[in-house]
């Protein structure tokens, strides 16, 4: 099996239902796999996911962030770093 690394995303989102699942089910769809979640609400219509994450290299974490971004309930998503 190829070797997963480790990346951590800040992901954007409206808060309503489903968002979550729609969240995690991009993340499975490309085979990324979640280790770790933290909600925080920031306002009452938005929430910051930082989702730690285990992919293959920068160009599928990167196809994840495409397709995150492309969703209606992400506001924004991108990589965390430091």
Do not use: W
């Not at 239902?17 to 009452?44: C, Y």
């Not at 990167?62 to 969703?71: E, F, P, T, W, Y």
């Amino acid at each position: 099996t190829p070797q997963r690394f480790p990346a951590r995303i800040m992901v954007q989102s409206m808060n309503e239902p489903g968002t979550l699942a729609q969240i995690a089910q991009v993340i499975a769809e490309h085979d990324g796999n979640i280790d770790n979640i933290r909600m925080a609400r920031t306002s009452p219509d938005f929430t910051n996911c930082t989702i730690d994450l285990e992919v293959y290299d920068l160009k599928h974490l990167s196809a994840i962030i495409a397709q995150l971004r492309a969703k209606k309930v992400v506001a924004a998503a991108d990589r965390v770093t430091g």
